[in-house]
């Protein structure tokens, strides 16, 4: 099974082409569609965590790692929410980075440094505790596959 996915996997790799699939849009619409989709994940991510709340599902490792996860992703939801705003108070083009210096003028620009680098944390640890999640139910799964 393993050569057999290897073997797509680098089939599909050596003959894939460029899919042309991404449209760039200008102006303010993009930004406040990006936003909302923020909002909608962190709202989804806590309605999540409701549902996972339940006796039945409380008792399981797996679950409770991906409600753990959902909290997480909901923390990269709030820091990328304002990290985003922050972009329009300091943008990459001002050179805040001058080579081996760091010019960290004010609020905004002190946000958008480290907020950036706390949203890669954020988001590392969000897919590692799903990914935790996910194979514990895989284990307790099989666990109860067996006892059957």
């Known amino acids: 099974m393993f050569l057999k996915v290897a073997v797509f996997a ?6 894939s082409t460029s899919a042309w699939a991404v449209q760039e849009h200008g102006g303010p619409e993009a930004f406040y569609v990006h936003q909302i989709a923020h909002i909608f994940f962190a709202l989804s991510m806590v309605v999540l965590m409701v549902v996972l709340k339940k006796p039945l599902t409380a008792k399981s490792t797996g679950w409770r790692k991906i409600r753990l996860s959902a909290l997480v992703f909901i923390l990269w939801n709030v820091d990328a929410f304002f990290l985003h705003n922050c972009e329009f108070y300091v943008a990459p083009r001002e050179a805040y980075i001058t080579g081996g210096a760091m010019e960290l003028r004010d609020v905004f ?40």
């Open 10 to 15: 680098l089939l599909f790799l050596l003959t």
């Open 109 to 148: 620009s002190s946000f958008y440094y480290f907020g950036g680098l706390a949203e890669n944390v954020f988001l590392a640890a969000a897919f590692i505790l799903l990914a935790v999640g996910i194979k514990g139910l895989w284990v307790e799964l099989k666990e109860v596959a067996h006892d059957a």
